[in-house]
C-alpha cells in the first residue's frame, strides 16, 4: 500500500462525507414533503403524471399493496426492454444497422437492467442501437434505481411510524425519486464529465486511418463464411492489412451520469470506465467514484433524520465506512504486489518511469493502482459494477476483495436504497442477537423485534447466499457451464463464483475470462438476478409493513443503545460473521487456493 493511494482514500472520504448530509437533507425534502419550495419547479409536472397514470397521491398502501404495484411496474419493464430489443432490427435511432439481440441475450438484458444489476454479456458498441441504448436501458437505469430508493423509505417509515398501516405510495415515491433527485443529479454529473472529453451524440460511427498500418494473419473463409482447412485439416490463414479502424460514437455522458448515480454500471462501451469515451481523465474518474457512493451516502442521514435521531444514521455509515476502508487497503496492498506471485512471477516490482510498480495488468496506465483499486473497492461495495481495469486480471487476493463485498450483500454503502435496507436486515439481526445474549426482547429504534420480524430477515439475509452457492454448483456441475471458463483450475471456478455472486447481488461487474453470453449463463444469471432483487426487497416490505403498525417503546434502563460504537462493533460483526461462515468454503477452493499456488510456484513459502 502506498502513501498515493492512502492520499486518494482520505480525499474521496473527506469530499464524500462533507456532500453526504448535505444531499440527505434535500433527499429527505424532495421525497417526503410535497409543498417544498425546493421541488416547486416540479410539482406541476408531477401533478400532471399523477392525473396521467390515474395515481391518487394522498392514498396511502399497505406493504402489500406497495409491494404488488412495485412488481407490476417491474414486470412491464422487463417486458419492455426485451420487446426494444427484439425489434430494434426495425426501429430508428440504429444507423449502424443492428439486428435483433438474440432471446437468450435479450431475457438477461432485460432483467439485468430492471433489476439495478446492468450485468452484460454483449458488446454495447457491437450490439445495441441508439434507441435500445436510451429507451430501454438508460430509462431503466432512472426507474430501477428509483425502485431501490423508495423500497428503503417505506422500511425507514416502517420504523418512524406508529400504529400505522400504510408506507406511502409507491407511484409518489417512484416519480419524485426520479423527478427531483436523480434527473436533477444526473444532468450535473453529465455536463461535468462533458466537459472532461466524455462524448455525447448521435452521429454513425466513424472510419478513421491508422498512423502505421498493422498487418495480421486472417482466417481465408469459403463462399459460405466458413473456414478453408488444408490437407491435414489445419485452418488456413492469409495476411491482412489493417488501415483504418471504425470509432464507436453515441449519447455516453448521459447514460455515464446515472449509470454511477443510480448504482446501475451498464456502460455503453464494452471496456465500460476504462474506456477513455466513458472516463478520459483523472478528474473524471474522481467524479465517478463520488457519484456511486454519493446518494448511498446521503440515505444513511436521511434515515437518522426521519427517525428523529441522527446518531442513528451516522452509527450506520460509521459501520459501512469501517469496513470499506479496511477492504480498500486490503486491495491496494494485494495489487500493489508484495508477497504475491502472477503466473510465478513476483509482483513487487519497484516503480520507475517506464513501470508502475506492481500488478498493472488490465489497468489503465492513466489510473495506475491506486485509482483502479478504489474503484474496483466503491463499485462492488455498491451495487455499480461499473469498473476502470478489468477485475479478472487483479491478483488473487485483490480480486478476492471485490467478490467478498458482494457476497456480504453489498451493505457496504450497497446500491441506492438497497444497501441501506440491507444493512437495516443486518441491524435488526444484530439487536436480534443482542437480546439473546442479555435475555431480554430486543427492540430496535423503540420497536420491538419479534418472530415475523425474524422470519424476514431471515430470508432477505439468506436468499442471496442460496442462489449464488446453488447456481456455483450447478454452473461447475453443467458442461456448459464449464465451457465458458477460460482458465481451468482454481481460477476458472473463482469466475464462476464471482459471476455468479455479481448477478445474486445485483452487482453486474464481471471476471471477464468467463465466456457467459451463453444460453446457460443468460438463463442462470437472469433468474439468480430476479431473485437476488425481488426475494430481497418482499420480505423487507413485509418487514416495514409490521414495523409500521407498532407503537414506539420509551426507552428504559435495560435498553440498548443503537448509536455509539459498542453497536456499530456489534453490527460490523454481524455483517462480517454471517458473510464468512457462508462463504468462507467457497472461497478457499477459489482465491484463496489460487493465492496458494501462486505463492508456490513462485518459491514463497506456503503455510
Given at each position: 500500500m502506498s502513501g498515493q493511494f492512502l492520499g486518494l482514500l482520505l480525499l474521496y472520504l473527506a469530499v464524500l462525507l462533507v456532500l453526504a448530509p448535505l444531499l440527505g437533507r434535500y433527499l429527505r425534502v424532495a421525497m417526503e414533503d410535497g409543498e417544498s419550495r425546493a421541488t416547486a419547479w416540479g410539482r406541476p409536472l408531477e401533478r400532471a403524471l399523477y392525473r396521467l397514470a390515474g395515481v391518487r397521491a394522498d392514498a396511502g398502501m399497505g406493504w402489500r399493496h406497495y409491494g404488488l404495484s412495485l412488481l407490476a411496474f417491474n414486470v412491464l419493464?422487463?417486458?419492455?426492454?426485451?420487446?426494444?430489443?427484439?425489434?430494434?432490427?426495425v426501429l430508428p435511432l440504429n444507423p449502424q444497422g443492428f439486428g435483433a439481440v438474440s432471446p437468450d441475450s435479450a431475457f438477461n438484458t432485460a432483467i439485468s437492467f430492471v433489476s439495478n444489476t446492468n450485468w452484460q454479456g454483449y458488446a454495447g458498441e457491437a450490439t445495441m442501437s441508439y434507441l435500445t441504448q436510451m429507451l430501454a436501458l438508460t430509462v431503466q437505469n432512472f426507474v430501477s434505481a428509483a425502485t431501490g430508493i423508495a423500497v428503503v423509505f417505506a422500511l425507514i417509515r416502517g420504523f418512524a411510524r406508529q400504529g400505522a398501516a400504510t408506507l406511502g405510495n409507491f407511484w409518489v415515491d417512484i416519480t419524485r425519486c426520479t423527478l427531483y433527485v436523480l434527473l436533477p443529479l444526473s444532468t450535473v454529473v453529465a455536463l461535468v464529465l462533458a466537459s472532461q472529453g466524455v462524448i455525447q451524440n448521435l452521429d454513425p460511427y466513424k472510419e478513421v486511418a491508422l498512423v502505421a498500418p498493422v498487418t495480421y494473419d486472417a482466417p481465408v473463409l469459403d463462399a459460405a463464411g466458413n473456414p478453408v482447412t488444408d490437407a491435414a485439416g489445419q485452418p488456413q490463414t492469409q495476411p491482412l492489412t489493417a488501415r483504418t479502424q471504425t470509432i464507436a460514437m453515441g449519447p455516453v455522458a448521459s447514460q455515464e451520469a446515472i449509470k454511477l448515480l443510480g448504482t446501475n454500471g451498464g456502460g455503453v462501451f464494452n471496456a465500460n470506465s476504462a474506456h477513455p469515451f466513458e472516463n478520459p481523465t483523472a478528474l473524471a474518474n474522481f467524479v465517478?467514484?463520488?457519484?456511486?457512493?454519493?446518494?448511498?451516502?446521503?440515505?444513511?442521514?436521511?434515515?437518522?433524520?426521519?427517525?428523529?435521531?441522527?446518531?442513528?444514521?451516522?452509527?450506520?455509515?460509521?459501520?459501512?465506512?469501517a469496513i470499506f476502508v479496511v477492504m480498500a487497503c486490503f486491495a491496494a496492498a494485494a495489487e500493489r504486489g508484495t508477497g504475491t506471485a502472477l503466473a510465478g512471477l513476483p509482483l513487487d516490482h519497484a516503480a520507475s518511469a517506464l513501470q508502475a510498480g506492481g500488478n498493472m495488468e488490465g489497468k489503465e496506465a492513466?489510473?495506475?493502482?491506486?485509482?483502479?483499486?478504489?474503484?474496483?473497492?466503491?463499485?462492488?461495495?455498491?451495487?455499480?459494477?461499473?469498473?476502470?481495469?478489468?477485475?479478472?486480471?487483479?491478483?488473487?487476493l485483490g480480486g478476492m476483495v471485490p467478490m467478498v463485498l458482494m457476497q456480504l450483500g453489498e451493505v457496504v454503502f450497497g446500491g441506492v436504497g438497497s444497501g441501506l435496507y440491507g444493512m437495516l436486515v443486518y441491524a435488526v439481526l444484530a439487536v436480534f442477537v443482542a437480546g439473546l445474549m442479555i435475555g431480554r426482547t430486543p427492540e430496535y429504534l423503540g420497536k420491538k423485534i419479534e418472530t415475523f420480524e425474524m422470519k424476514m430477515t431471515a430470508l432477505a439475509i439468506l436468499v442471496t447466499p442460496l442462489l449464488v452457492l446453488a447456481g456455483t454448483a450447478i454452473a461447475v456441475m453443467a458442461q456448459a457451464g464449464r465451457a465458458g471458463v477460460l482458465n481451468p483450475g482454481t481460477h476458472g471456478y473463482a469466475?464462476?463464483?464471482?459471476?455468479?455472486?455479481?448477478?445474486?447481488?445485483?452487482?453486474?461487474?464481471?471476471?471477464?475470462?468467463?465466456?457467459?453470453?451463453?444460453?446457460?449463463?443468460?438463463?442462470?444469471?437472469?433468474?439468480?438476478?430476479?431473485?437476488?432483487?425481488?426475494?430481497?426487497?418482499?420480505?423487507?416490505?413485509?418487514?416495514?409493513?409490521?414495523?409500521?403498525?407498532?407503537?414506539?417503546?420509551?426507552a428504559g434502563a435495560g435498553t440498548m443503545p443503537t448509536h455509539g460504537p459498542l453497536f456499530v462493533a456489534l453490527?460490523?460483526?454481524?455483517?462480517?460473521?454471517?458473510?464468512?461462515?457462508?462463504?468462507?468454503?467457497?472461497?478457499?477452493?477459489?482465491?484463496?487456493?489460487?493465492?496458494?499456488?501462486g505463492a508456490a510456484a513462485a518459491g514463497h513459502p506456503v503455510p
Open positions: 419493464g422487463v417486458l419492455a426492454v426485451y420487446a426494444l430489443q427484439r425489434l430494434q432490427g465517478q467514484m463520488l457519484a456511486i457512493l454519493l446518494i448511498p451516502a446521503a440515505l444513511c442521514f436521511v434515515f437518522g433524520e426521519m427517525v428523529g435521531d441522527r446518531r442513528q444514521g451516522v452509527a450506520v455509515l460509521a459501520a459501512m465506512t492513466r489510473f495506475g493502482i491506486a485509482a483502479s483499486a478504489l474503484f474496483a473497492v466503491i463499485t462492488t461495495a455498491a451495487s455499480c459494477g461499473a469498473v476502470n481495469a478489468m477485475h479478472d486480471s487483479f491478483t488473487a469466475e464462476i463464483l464471482y459471476a455468479l455472486s455479481s448477478a445474486a447481488n445485483n452487482n453486474g461487474s464481471a471476471f471477464a475470462g468467463l465466456s457467459a453470453n451463453t444460453p446457460f449463463y443468460n438463463v442462470l444469471l437472469g433468474v439468480a438476478m430476479w431473485l437476488g432483487r425481488f426475494a430481497v426487497i418482499v420480505p423487507v416490505l413485509a418487514m416495514a409493513g409490521s414495523l409500521a403498525a407498532k407503537r414506539r417503546l420509551p453490527l460490523v460483526a454481524a455483517v462480517l460473521m454471517v458473510g464468512a461462515l457462508t462463504y468462507i468454503p467457497a472461497l478457499a477452493l477459489g482465491p484463496v487456493a489460487e493465492h496458494l499456488q
